[in-house]
């Protein structure tokens, strides 16, 4: 049997905090819309352990 090693995704307090005050700063309404978009997407590399 073959496992594959699970990897932990998690944001430290910070990058929450940052995360949110962009999203404030946004023109998005809805965050999950916006979490999407940005974080996942434009700012990968700046959250690299950003949560699916």
Do not use: C, D, G, W
Not at 24 to 42: A, G, P, T, V
């Amino acid at each position: 049997m073959v496992r594959k090693k699970s990897v932990k995704y998690q944001l430290s307090l910070s990058e929450v905090a940052t995360i949110l005050v962009y999203f404030h700063l946004s023109h998005y309404r809805q965050f999950k819309n916006y979490y999407l978009m940005e974080i996942k997407k434009n700012l990968k590399s700046e959250f690299p352990k950003a949560v699916s």
